[in-house]
Structures are given as structure tokens and as C-alpha cells.
């Protein structure tokens, strides 16, 4: 021990110039092993290494750039293959639009209907507006009469849902159905609505 304290006091308290090497010496390999790791530090105004931030960046953007590259790529070699268009229905008459908005109007009264009064069950969004009319039936929501009327709007319809077009006789008589119907629909809502409230 006593060598250490004469070592230090013979040469590094009266040669500072010893110390300051010592130190620096320490630094630089420090410097050293930094820039091998690929690592970043700042001493006061000296940068070593890559700032994180700027090498985000940089990664980023070579990144982008590569991703372009590949896109530009692609675009030339499939630059000969016709570009892929959605399909598109053919319009439909106002007569076959005006029956399938009011079929779907008139299953999706029936369905509040059921599910209002409590007729939901396991997989009841996915059942079939027939399901739906059944349990209103069997709930006694619908009598006879507004079942059979329902019957008659489908049956009357079903030209009309494949596209066939309807005289204009026949769809004034499936719009006043359809009107007949709907209102006693919204009258069962309403009496419903006030029951649950």
C-alpha cells in the first residue's frame, strides 16, 4: 500500500501533466468504445456517435424512400395488368327500389316489434324476417288479419323483388298495402312504446 501512496505522490502530484494524460487517456478509450457500440454521447459542444433522434430520422427515411423505390418498382412491372373494377349492380327500376325499401321498412317494424315486447333470444340478429312475424304472431302482436294482409304484400311483390317491372295499376295496389299495413305496424309500435313506459 505504501508503494501506491509513493507512486502517486512522487509522480502524480508533482508531474500534473502525468495526471492530465492519465485522464485523457481514459477518455479517448472511453471515446473509443462508444463509437465502436454505435453509441451516442455529447461532452459540452463535442458529439460522438449518432444522436438517437437523428437516427430515427435518417432509418425513417431511408425507410420511405426503399418503400417508394419498391412501389415505383412494382408499378413497372405490373404497369401492363388492367387495373381490378368493383362491381357495379345494374339500377334498378323505381318500382323494384320502392318495393324493396318498403319490404325492408315493413321487416324491420316487425323485428322493433318482437324485440320491444321481449322476444330476443340467442342469435336473433341473425334470424330471418319470417322468424321475426312468426314470433309476433305467436305473441299475439299481429292478428290474423294484418298477418294475412302481410302474406297478400308479399305475394304480391315477389315479381317485382326479381326485377320484373310492375304495371303501374299493380304498384299503386301494393302501395296502398303497403300503406295499410305500415300504419297498423307503427299503431302496435306506439301502443308497445306506451305500454313500456
Not at 310492375?166 to 299495413?181: G, H, M, R, S, V
Given at each position: 500500500?505504501?508503494e501506491?501512496?509513493?507512486?502517486?505522490?512522487?509522480?502524480?502530484?508533482?508531474?500534473p501533466?502525468?495526471?492530465?494524460?492519465?485522464?485523457?487517456?481514459?477518455i479517448?478509450?472511453?471515446?473509443?468504445?462508444?463509437?465502436?457500440?454505435?453509441?451516442?454521447?455529447?461532452?459540452?459542444?463535442?458529439?460522438?456517435?449518432?444522436?438517437?433522434?437523428?437516427?430515427v430520422?435518417?432509418?425513417?427515411?431511408?425507410?420511405?424512400?426503399?418503400?417508394?423505390?419498391?412501389?415505383?418498382?412494382?408499378?413497372?412491372?405490373?404497369?401492363?395488368?388492367?387495373?381490378?373494377?368493383?362491381?357495379?349492380?345494374?339500377?334498378?327500376?323505381e318500382?323494384?327500389?320502392?318495393?324493396?325499401?318498403?319490404?325492408l321498412?315493413?321487416?324491420?317494424?316487425?323485428?322493433?316489434?318482437?324485440?320491444?315486447?321481449?322476444?330476443?333470444?340467442?342469435?336473433?340478429?341473425?334470424?330471418?324476417a319470417?322468424?321475426?312475424?312468426?314470433?309476433?304472431i305467436?305473441g299475439?302482436?299481429?292478428?290474423?288479419?294484418?298477418?294475412?294482409?302481410?302474406?297478400?304484400?308479399y305475394w304480391?311483390?315477389?315479381?317485382?323483388?326479381?326485377?320484373?317491372?310492375?304495371?303501374?295499376k299493380?304498384?299503386?295496389?301494393?302501395?296502398?298495402l303497403?300503406?295499410?299495413?305500415?300504419?297498423?305496424?307503427d299503431?302496435?309500435?306506439?301502443?308497445?312504446?306506451?305500454?313500456?313506459?
Amino acid at each position: 500500500m505504501n508503494e501506491l501512496q509513493d507512486f502517486i505522490s512522487k509522480y502524480l502530484i508533482e508531474y500534473p501533466i502525468i495526471l492530465l494524460l492519465i485522464i485523457l487517456l481514459i477518455i479517448v478509450l472511453f471515446l473509443i468504445i462508444v463509437v465502436i457500440q454505435g453509441r451516442y454521447v455529447k461532452i459540452w459542444l463535442i458529439e460522438i456517435g449518432e444522436d438517437p433522434k437523428k437516427a430515427v430520422a435518417r432509418m425513417a427515411d431511408e425507410m420511405n424512400k426503399s418503400a417508394k423505390e419498391s412501389v415505383e418498382n412494382a408499378k413497372q412491372e405490373y404497369k401492363d395488368i388492367p387495373k381490378v373494377q368493383l362491381y357495379q349492380p345494374q339500377k334498378m327500376s323505381e318500382s323494384t327500389e320502392y318495393i324493396l325499401s318498403t319490404k325492408l321498412d315493413l321487416e324491420n317494424k316487425i323485428r322493433r316489434i318482437v324485440l320491444s315486447t321481449g322476444g330476443g333470444w340467442a342469435g336473433s340478429s341473425m334470424a330471418e324476417a319470417d322468424t321475426y312475424l312468426e314470433y309476433a304472431i305467436n305473441g299475439g302482436h299481429i292478428d290474423k288479419r294484418l298477418e294475412h294482409e302481410i302474406q297478400d304484400f308479399y305475394w304480391i311483390i315477389k315479381p317485382g323483388e326479381f326485377g320484373e317491372e310492375i304495371p303501374d295499376k299493380q304498384l299503386f295496389e301494393i302501395q296502398l298495402l303497403a300503406t295499410k299495413i305500415h300504419n297498423q305496424l307503427d299503431d302496435i309500435i306506439s301502443i308497445i312504446s306506451d305500454v313500456l313506459l
